[in-house]
């Protein structure tokens, strides 16, 4: 028997720019993004696809952005009209529009050096990110993030995927995107549920890294809360950068491991998301899962009754849920349906359960099994504190 040992070392590099109105004529952001490889062939042939919610509510911006790329025609071509798919869950739930996205890419001869430019919230961009990553076993991906869910979180990190059956991100790959934009002018049409989404996991993030960020937070929550763009504006950058730098220093940017950091207060938030039949937003369950994770690790003294309190008045203070009625349903067998959701996560991540929780303010520790007794007392203290 003869083994070769084959052992590959891949560097990837992308810009996240943070601007305000990429379309308008003055601005060159996009073009520099899309232009950064001197050696392309030029013009540079493009796909865009819109989110149909967010052309709902900037019935402008198409002519924008074709005006836009008009502006540019001696160095990008748009080589088909642009696309627009549903927004939210729906994107991911339906292979139809990945389908369709890989479809056009065919008939317009796209190539590997070409780029994908996908506008809108994060769910819109996992849906073409993946149809990105599997044409030519990769194409370009520029994506123009819309929400404060996806500047802050989703559209800045290397995951893409579609959901299948109950399984959120269930279909998917791990492809960096070419570059990534974050308009803030593009959060001002936002409703109230989206502008809050990103909030939640700026909580997220803030609880089990950066306590100085989680303050900031407390501070700024009526503003927050009532919409001040310029606020919103350094939530999203903090949080982005967060995430950034553990994709890149935490040591397992593809997952390769157990551990998923990022996901504080995810297991539970998936289920419920798939429980209410997605009526919960992605961000509003995600503020459910920190609350009664900060409870659970109350119970199991990683943190303090006070810390955990502080944590849940934070998320109630920006306006996010803390409690929705599905965490009370049970299954045939008589556990709480939401348990089904750390089978679930179990599978995500290989069979090894890996759940971070709070050890402290601003740290985190990993567990590998959850008590479902202390589960069941911190569902129940949610519900009389918090329902």
């Known amino acids: ?48 696809v819109l989110d149909r919610g967010l052309e ?26 642009i696309e627009c798919i549903p927004g939210g869950e729906y994107a991911k739930k339906q292979e139809t529009f990945t389908n369709r996205l ?14 994908f430019i996908a ?53 998917g790959t791990f492809a960096p995107p070419y570059a990534v934009i974050n308009d803030t002018t593009l ?23 950066d306590a100085a960020f989680l303050q900031w937070i407390q501070e700024h929550a009526d503003a927050l809360r009532m919409r001040d763009l310029e606020t919103m504006e350094t939530l999203v950058q903090r949080t982005a ?14 997952e390769f491991g157990t551990a998923r950091p990022l996901d504080f207060g995810h297991w539970s938030a998936h289920r419920l998301e798939s429980l209410t039949c997605w009526q919960l937003s992605h961000g509003e369950a995600v503020g459910i899962g920190i609350a009664l994770d900060m409870l659970y690790a109350a119970l199991k003294g990683l943190v303090s009754n006070t810390e955990a309190t502080r944590v849940i008045a934070v998320l109630q203070a920006c306006g996010l849920k803390v409690w929705c009625d599905e965490l009370t349903l049970r299954a045939t067998d008589g556990h709480l349906a939401v348990v089904e959701g750390l089978r679930q996560f179990r599978e995500h991540l290989g069979g090894a359960l890996c759940v971070t929780l709070p050890q402290g303010l601003g740290d985190k520790t990993e567990v590998h099994e959850i008590d479902e007794s202390l589960l069941e007392q911190a569902v129940q203290m949610l519900r009389e504190r918090f329902a």
């Open 241 to 254: 950068e967060l995430h950034l730098l553990h994709i890149a220093y935490g040591g397992d940017p593809f």
């Open 187 to 209: 959060l001002t049409t936002l409703s109230e549920k989206d502008w809050r989404n990103g909030i939640a996991e700026a909580v997220k993030v803030a609880v089990i890294k």
């Open 56 to 81: 709902e509510a900037r019935p402008e911006l198409p002519l924008a952005i074709t005006n836009w790329v008009m502006a540019h025609a001696e160095e990008i071509e748009l080589v088909a009209p």
């Open 119 to 171: 506008i809108g919230g994060g769910a819109v961009q996992d849906a073409v990110g993946f149809a990105a990553a599997v044409i030519h076993r990769g194409c370009r991906m520029i994506r123009i993030n819309s929400t404060t869910l996806s500047q802050a979180d989703a559209g800045v990190g290397v995951k893409n995927g579609i959901d299948y059956a109950s399984g959120k991100n269930f279909i």
């Open 1 to 48: 028997m003869k083994t070769f040992e084959q052992r590959l070392t891949v560097a990837y590099q992308y810009p996240v720019i943070f601007c305000r109105d990429v379309f308008s004529a003055e601005s060159d952001v996009l073009a520099r993004a899309i232009l950064r490889d001197e050696t392309d062939v030029k013009p540079h042939r493009v796909l865009i």
């Open 102 to 115: 890989i479809k056009l890419a065919y008939q317009t001869h796209f190539g590997r050096k070409d780029t």
